[in-house]
């Protein structure tokens, strides 16, 4: 069992770190909440992770990646999350990546593969059709009529689907929403007709799309994996979406602590330092002993995941449910320790309140996973 990055991963992280604070800083953000940028995302941030091979890690070398694994990716993840830097990383390479590596077959993967890790083309994972994550919720249909399949529906809440050139649509072809039989995945191009994106305006000024499909057209050779038996592969991959999803949270959470203590270092009531207060003290250290919790879990999820182990999906719901609320918990204290400045938007701490109260819902809430953790373990 590995709790630590060895050291390559650990080469990378430090790499990742001074990347994301010297060329990716919270003002970068800030900068693109403005909607200037339709792409929700600095494309020379992007363009720049590629050059780095960071969309290659986790795919073998024979579709055009390094076969790095997910611990390396999960340790960058970590810290883009420390100045909430935006890119198709989660959405491009973790989901969408994932499920053609589970699902497609040889010659899906040689082709969609190496696009991704180049960056030739994004694509963007389409599950969700309501306000919380039920990926066996799935209403969208598709049917065959001959060499095509006729989709309608919606799909809600795509993280990066405004930006997406293809998207992997997850469609009901048989059965009743609840049941994971009947889903298939669809490669759908975004430019197909029939299909309406519309732009999500969310907490987190990320870029989230809202898809309805109106009689849209889909080649029977788009479909990924076998049809009605796609809920296996989605799930591993919204598998993967989460625990690097959830490292990425755990760099947020890590970086809001951080400048908590030091303002209490810095801050005086009537000539004191707020730091010397008992009762903030206290606060401090119980979030600190919930953030080294935090790491426990994730790092024992992703060995989990390197290794893949059965128990891999318990560990991953485990892993996002327990940082989801301490996200929550964090930034919380982190707002209210730092008094009314604290929800204005001069100072970054309310920046990272959203992130969290968005992150925790995005690929499965605590309640979700703890629901899910419950289901696997078959309480």
Same mark, same amino acid.
């Given at each position: 069992?590995?709790?630590?990055?060895?050291?390559?991963?650990?080469?990378?992280?430090?790499?990742?770190?001074?990347?994301?604070?010297?060329?990716?800083?919270?003002?970068?953000?800030?900068?693109?909440?403005?909607?200037?940028?339709?792409?929700?995302?600095?494309?020379?941030?992007?363009?720049?992770?590629?050059?780095?091979?960071?969309?290659?890690?986790?795919?073998?070398?024979?579709?055009?990646?390094?076969?790095?694994?997910?611990?390396?990716?999960?340790?960058?993840?970590?810290?883009?999350?420390?100045?909430?830097?935006?890119?198709?990383?989660?959405?491009?390479?973790?989901?969408?990546?994932?499920?053609?590596?589970?699902?497609?077959?040889?010659?899906?993967?040689?082709?969609?593969?190496?696009?991704?890790?180049?960056?030739?083309?994004?694509?963007?994972?389409?599950?969700?059709?309501?306000?919380?994550?039920?990926?066996?919720?799935?209403?969208?249909?598709?049917?065959?009529?001959?060499?095509?399949?006729?989709?309608?529906?919606?799909?809600?809440?795509?993280?990066?689907?405004?930006?997406?050139?293809?998207?992997?649509?997850?469609?009901?072809?048989?059965?009743?929403?609840?049941?994971?039989?009947?889903?298939?995945?669809?490669?759908?191009?975004?430019?197909?007709?029939?299909?309406?994106?519309?732009?999500?305006?969310?907490?987190?000024?990320?870029?989230?799309?809202?898809?309805?499909?109106?009689?849209?057209?889909?080649?029977?050779?788009?479909?990924?994996?076998?049809?009605?038996?796609?809920?296996?592969? +989605? &799930?591993?991959? $919204?598998?993967?979406? *989460?625990?690097?999803?959830? !490292? @990425?949270?755990? %760099?947020?959470?890590?970086?809001? =602590?951080?400048?908590?203590?030091?303002?209490?270092?810095?801050?005086?009531?009537?000539?004191?330092?707020?730091?010397?207060?008992?009762?903030?003290?206290?606060?401090?250290?119980?979030?600190?002993?919930?953030?080294?919790?935090?790491?426990?879990?994730?790092?024992?999820?992703?060995?989990?995941?390197?290794?893949?182990?059965?128990?891999?999906?318990?560990?991953?719901?485990?892993?996002?449910?327990?940082?989801?609320?301490?996200?929550?918990?964090?930034?919380?204290?982190?707002?209210?320790?730092?008094?009314?400045?604290?929800?204005?938007?001069? +100072? &970054?701490?309310? $920046?990272?309140?959203? *992130?969290?109260?968005?992150? !925790? @819902?995005?690929? %499965?809430?605590?309640?979700?996973? =703890?629901?899910?953790?419950?289901?696997?373990?078959?309480?």
């Amino acid at each position: 069992m590995t709790l630590a990055f060895n050291e390559e991963q650990r080469t990378l992280k430090d790499t990742a770190r001074e990347f994301a604070r010297n060329q990716s800083p919270v003002e970068s953000f800030r900068q693109l909440r403005g909607g200037a940028v339709t792409e929700g995302f600095s494309t020379d941030i992007w363009q720049s992770m590629i050059e780095l091979g960071w969309t290659g890690m986790t795919f073998p070398e024979a579709y055009g990646g390094f076969d790095f694994g997910y611990m390396g990716l999960a340790g960058c993840m970590e810290e883009l999350g420390h100045t909430l830097v935006a890119s198709p990383l989660l959405s491009s390479v973790v989901l969408s990546g994932s499920a053609i590596l589970f699902a497609g077959t040889e010659e899906q993967k040689q082709t969609l593969l190496p696009q991704i890790v180049s960056g030739e083309k994004r694509i963007a994972l389409a599950c969700d059709e309501g306000f919380h994550h039920q990926p066996t919720a799935i209403s969208a249909t598709a049917v065959k009529e001959g060499d095509t399949f006729l989709l309608n529906g919606s799909k809600a809440r795509v993280i990066d689907g405004l930006s997406a050139d293809l998207f992997i649509v997850a469609v009901r072809t048989t059965g009743n929403a609840g049941d994971t039989n009947g889903i298939s995945l669809l490669l759908l191009d975004a430019s197909t007709p029939g299909i309406s994106i519309e732009k999500t305006s969310l907490v987190d000024s990320r870029n989230y799309a809202r898809l309805t499909f109106n009689n849209v057209c889909i080649p029977a050779s788009h479909l990924l994996g076998e049809m009605h038996n796609g809920f296996a592969a +989605l &799930d591993k991959a $919204l598998d993967r979406g *989460r625990i690097c999803l959830a !490292a @990425e949270m755990f %760099g947020g959470i890590q970086e809001i =602590f951080d400048r908590t203590v030091q303002y209490l270092k810095e801050r005086k009531q009537f000539g004191v330092l707020i730091g010397t207060f008992q009762a903030l003290q206290h606060r401090a250290a119980h979030m600190y002993t919930e953030i080294e919790m935090c790491k426990s879990i994730l790092m024992l999820a992703l060995d989990a995941v390197e290794k893949d182990s059965g128990n891999a999906p318990q560990l991953i719901s485990a892993a996002k449910a327990k940082i989801s609320e301490t996200y929550e918990l964090v930034s919380n204290e982190a707002t209210q320790m730092h008094g009314g400045i604290g929800v204005t938007d001069e +100072l &970054d701490i309310g $920046l990272f309140l959203k *992130r969290a109260r968005m992150s !925790a @819902e995005l690929l %499965g809430s605590a309640r979700f996973h =703890f629901s899910r953790y419950a289901t696997l373990e078959g309480f």
